[in-house]
């Protein structure tokens, strides 16, 4: 991959994630499929101006989901599937921080 814009799709911002952003300088992203470790690495470094000290991966595979729609008095239905997607958690050096919700311009 060459464009870095691609890499990283957005943050995953949960609860577990937030307590590991507090206390071991964690964060995670949701990534381009085809990325690996070293772009994940440069893409982050590169938007948000940290050091990157490690880089995790896991691919997940996406849910099975159900759905029922009514048509005309009937109940239709039909099975989808979520896609697959790759998380990826990143730890910071020591100091370094991602604030996601920063204002910009102040007042």
């Known amino acids: 991959m060459t464009l870095k814009t691609y890499i990283i ?3 995953i911002l949960t609860e ?3 307590r590991l952003e507090e206390s071991e300088r964690k964060y995670g992203f949701v ?5 690996n470790k070293h772009e994940i690495k440069a893409a982050v470094e590169a938007k948000f101006e940290v050091t990157v000290e490690k880089v ?3 691919n997940r595979r996406g849910k099975t989901k159900g759905m029922t729609m009514r048509s005309n008095g009937r109940a239709l239905r039909t099975m989808g599937r979520r896609s697959n997607w790759k998380r ?3 730890t910071l050096k020591e ?4 604030d996601f919700f920063e ?3 102040g007042g």
């Open 9 to 11: 799709q957005r943050p």
């Open 16 to 18: 577990k994630m937030s």
């Open 31 to 35: 990534v381009h499929p085809a990325a």
């Open 56 to 58: 995790a991966t896991q």
């Open 88 to 90: 990826a958690i990143v």
């Open 95 to 98: 100091g370094d921080k991602i």
């Open 103 to 105: 204002v910009e311009g």
